[in-house]
């Protein structure tokens, strides 16, 4: 501490403070805070015979108080031994996921949205434990409960109330969505010009699906070949891999059924105004394009696509112009040299889709749109290599047909002539004709390696800014393996439908909060690096009220300065982390200035 004098020019008076000295984290200039506003020294030396000298001593008796206070001496016993079924840790890393759960305004979202359920529980502190358990320490809902006590917070809940709000947060699934939605472009601002879509689903360990027609555990096309029944989920992305909103749908229900349902959810009430959306082959049909585009309406939505397109399975006239080289150019329109790696090429032309009317008829459309085509060398050899896989797997099944099923010679089968299977078992069926390779088959399929076609309405773009915008599609792709893998959101253990609709909104916020942490921190570190710190930032109560930490790398100080959480102290009282823990619960309004761009 140290006494400051400012003199007033104009004035002619000294204004006399006591402050303290810091270092400014952002510039490393030296900077003072004011700790105490003394008065003007000509009305002080009414009082004091020596103004300057008697607040010179205050200062520095303040200076001995405060480090006294920083100090302390342990006296510590070398036999004391630990009582039995204790756990002294607390992990503190849950802060950063706490202070953008704050920032999204979601502790306030769900209180309002229980008021008027007089419930007996606060459900924003049981949604917290929920994401912040599913991302430091995933598992069931009664193991968050039951682990609750590993940090500083006080749910004062039942697991009972954690099982009555399911149902709650179920009913207020897209309203929750809606919320983060805003939330997210008041503070970061957001991209949705572009709006990412796929499908994928998750399995249940039960043995029979449900049966209700509009149940959601269903049999369907598992995404990891399992035999359990599954749910659908469609989730919709933002142009900067930020999840935007999902939705479920039973498992037996086609991906490409699914698109109309979230994409008008996205376009009706979350005001982004004209969208492209960019999807897989499997989500591309001629009902999707028409509906997306607004079709023969008076007023058309202009929305565009960027899809996948099958070379395989178009049209021969179509495969034709893809293998034709032709006009193909290097990536910045250069010719083409004998070792090229890469080559591209594209044309406009109308393409004639299959659209559904009302009386469930089929009627054929014209869309006009932009076709790029282009093969890459590193493509080819990754097609060449999965398919040399696969043979050897039809090789086995030639060998020994008896010991395989459809089930486990899928995707083998294909390059087999002269195999069937039984409808009911799906067991090979045995025959005088022997199985052998389809080399004809192998052949034809052999000739479209490395070549991949993208259609779209955005005629104006440039082939490689279609390709680019394409690529994106990796980012949703990477939050289903975050979701699956990182996040374990399955196999799911729920029965009850509401109880399975909470689940996945936890796992929705979760994933919100992972991607807004990878990107506050300039896409540094994965996700699974992120939880790790996170986890890692623990600590032991080594005397009263004082707690001794053991970790700090780059991660940890990359984070804590993002969010503006000192996460480097080696002791911290307990005082001092409820007061961090505090602000990490401040409204974020005071920092949206600060980070509306924090994103970029």
Request: a positive charge.
């Amino acid at each position: 501490m140290n006494l400051k004098l400012s003199p007033n020019r104009k004035t002619g008076r000294t204004y006399l403070s006591i402050v303290r000295g810091y270092r400014d984290k952002e510039t490393g200039k030296a900077r003072a805070t004011t700790i105490k506003s003394l008065g003007y020294l000509d009305e002080l030396e009414k009082l004091y015979p020596d103004p300057i000298a008697h607040f010179r001593e205050v200062a520095r008796q303040m200076t001995e108080e405060h480090d006294a206070k920083r100090f302390t001496t342990l006296s510590l016993n070398l036999d004391e031994t630990l009582p039995p079924d204790v756990d002294l840790s607390k992990n503190l890393g849950y802060a950063a996921i706490l202070r953008v759960f704050y920032e999204l305004d979601l502790q306030r979202f769900f209180d309002n949205a229980s008021r008027s359920k007089r419930f007996g529980f606060n459900s924003g502190s049981i949604m917290a434990l929920l994401v912040i358990s599913r991302i430091l320490s995933p598992g069931s809902k009664k193991k968050a409960f039951e682990q609750k006590g590993r940090y500083f917070e006080r749910f004062d809940f039942s697991l009972a109330d954690v099982y009555r709000a399911l149902s709650h947060f179920s009913s207020i699934s897209k309203a929750t969505q809606r919320h983060i939605n805003s939330r997210i472009m008041d503070l970061y601002g957001r991209d949705t010009h572009i709006v990412y879509y796929d499908v994928t689903n998750f399995y249940f360990e039960i043995n029979d699906e449900d049966e209700g027609d509009g149940d959601l555990r269903k049999r369907g096309v598992s995404k990891e070949h399992r035999k359990d029944p599954i749910v659908q989920m469609g989730l919709a992305m933002d142009a900067d891999g930020i999840p935007l909103h999902y939705e479920l749908f039973p498992g037996n229900i086609p991906d490409v059924s699914t698109f109309r349902d979230v994409i008008g959810e996205v376009r009706r009430n979350y005001n982004t105004g004209r969208i492209i959306v960019v999807a897989d082959m499997g989500l591309v049909s001629g009902d999707n394009i028409f509906y997306l585009t607004g079709g023969e309406k008076k007023e058309k939505t202009n929305n565009g696509y960027v899809f996948s397109f099958s070379v395989r399975g178009g049209a021969h006239a179509f495969q034709q112009y893809v293998l034709d080289p032709t006009d193909y150019r290097g990536m910045n329109g250069e010719p083409l040299t004998p070792d090229a790696e890469f080559m591209v090429k594209s044309r406009c032309c109308a393409r004639q889709i299959n659209v559904t009317q009302k009386d469930g008829s089929i009627a054929k459309k014209t869309v006009y749109e932009k076709q790029v085509a282009f093969w890459s060398k590193k493509y080819a050899l990754r097609a060449r290599a999965e398919r040399e896989k696969v043979l050897l797997k039809a090789a086995a099944i030639i060998r020994n047909p008896g010991q395989y099923s459809r089930t486990t010679s899928y995707g083998a089968a294909k390059y087999i002539r002269g195999i069937s299977f039984d409808k009911k078992t799906g067991e090979v069926i045995q025959s005088a004709e022997h199985p052998v390779l389809d080399a004809d088959k192998i052949a034809h399929d052999a000739l479209f390696d490395g070549y991949y076609a993208i259609v779209t309405s955005e005629s104006s773009l440039s082939h490689m800014e279609i390709i680019d915008i394409y690529r994106g599609l990796w980012e949703i792709e990477e939050t289903f393996s975050i979701a699956k893998g990182t996040l374990e959101s399955r196999p799911v253990y729920l029965s009850l439908e509401d109880r399975i609709e909470a689940h996945f909104l936890s796992c929705f916020i979760a994933l919100v909060i992972m991607r807004l942490l990878q990107k506050l921190t300039g896409r540094r570190f994965s996700c699974d690096v992120i939880v790790d710190c996170l986890n890692r930032i623990n600590c032991i109560n080594e005397d009263d009220n004082l707690y001794l930490f053991g970790y700090r790398d780059k991660v940890s100080d990359t984070i804590g300065e993002a969010l503006g959480i000192d996460f480097t102290k080696k002791r911290m009282l307990l005082s001092e982390i409820k007061s961090l823990l505090a602000r990490c619960k401040e409204p974020s309004l005071p920092v949206q200035k600060k980070s509306r761009n924090r994103l970029k």
